[in-house]
């Protein structure tokens, strides 16, 4: 088990790197690191369905400027490996996963800021170095900065994990059967939900041979 965290996190690690860190290849999007983490787990089928299911409802979760979105990359990974998990080959027991890794995502948004303001003094150290004429600085400071990127995500998702897998394994045999008759209707609910999620998200686009567009 403590191998296969580490590997997956590590995984889940790299993914959420994609966002801002490096690359921007779009493997930190759901539809992409959720099948990943379904595929080496030995359930593709399910990891496609919740990287479906997020990637829609999340669709806009795009870090733009100063603006620090969820991290749906975490959720995709998350949800993925406890229904893997615990649930291989289910397909109910995602709409529990997911919720349940909604509130880490928030908790790595906070510890996400404030790398980010750790990030502004490695900027500084860059900054003072040049006027000095170290530029060997400019390098150090961009490793020095992915690194702690890599290592704060590969760190939490560790975390999240093992707890994750504590309170899941813990609170779904609690659960009354109304509760999971309710999770069954959502998860054919989920994908309408999250269709009527994108429409929204592009409600305002402009179709050239659209009536009433703006090159009407």
Known sequence: MTENIIFLAFIGALCSSDITAFGQFMICRPIF?????????GDISTGLR??????????????????????VSLISVLSTFWVCRYFLGFQEEVILGIILAVP????????????????????????KGIESG??????AGVI???????LRAFLFCIFAMIVGCWIYSSIYPQ?????????KKAWYLMPIAGFGMVIYNF????????RNSHYD
């Not at 409600?203 to 659209?210: C, E, G, H």
């Open 104 to 127: 880490f995502a928030y908790l790595y948004r906070e510890i996400d800021i404030f790398g980010r303001n750790f990030n502004t003094k490695i900027m500084h150290w860059i900054e």
């Open 175 to 183: 659960l009354p059967e109304f509760v999971l008759l309710g999770f």
């Open 50 to 71: 919740i990287g479906m299911i997020v990637e829609m409802l999340w669709i806009n979760a795009i870090p733009l400027g100063a603006s620090v979105p969820i991290d």
């Open 203 to 210: 409600k305002s686009v402009k179709i050239p041979f659209w």
């Open 144 to 150: 020095t900065g992915l690194f702690l990127f890599v």
């Open 33 to 41: 690191c959720a099948p990943v983490i379904g595929f080496l787990m």
């Open 134 to 139: 170290k530029y060997w600085r400019i390098d």
